[in-house]
């Protein structure tokens, strides 16, 4: 089994920035791929980013230039530092690991971090 534990998340105004932190354990291989995703009252479930063992990334557009995603294998992390928040970034954020990121999102997922960004 896999466990995703994230922390990192909180209250921030608008223009602030956080850093969110993903550990991973049990079953891991370097070689599977990890990322973030969150989902908006209201709203689905959206990719904001993920990266595979290589360092190959994929953004949502709507994050690109804010957000940067990063990885420590030796320590199975995965970081997403968020800069200029804006109140529309604010959801429940989670940590996702899986073989690839076209399959990330059938199997592991954290218990989420909640970020609110007020105006």
């Known amino acids: 089994q896999v466990q995703l534990v994230e922390s990192g998340g909180g209250l921030v105004q608008a223009g602030g920035s956080l850093r969110l932190s993903c550990a991973a354990s049990?079953?891991?291989?370097?070689?599977?791929?990890m990322g973030w995703y969150r989902q908006a009252p209201g709203k689905e479930r959206e990719l904001v980013a993920v990266?595979?063992?290589?360092?190959?990334?994929n953004y949502a557009d709507s994050v690109k230039g804010r957000f940067t995603i990063s990885r420590d294998n030796a320590k199975n992390t995965v970081y997403l530092q968020m800069n200029s928040l804006k109140p529309v970034d604010t959801g429940v954020y989670y940590c996702?690991?899986?073989?690839?990121?076209?399959?990330?999102?059938?199997?592991?997922w954290g218990q989420g971090t909640q970020v609110t960004v007020s105006s």
């Open positions: 996702a690991l899986g073989p690839s990121i076209a399959t990330m999102t059938s199997y592991y």
């Open positions: 049990g079953r891991i291989f370097t070689s599977n791929a």
């Open positions: 990266m595979t063992s290589g360092g190959n990334t």
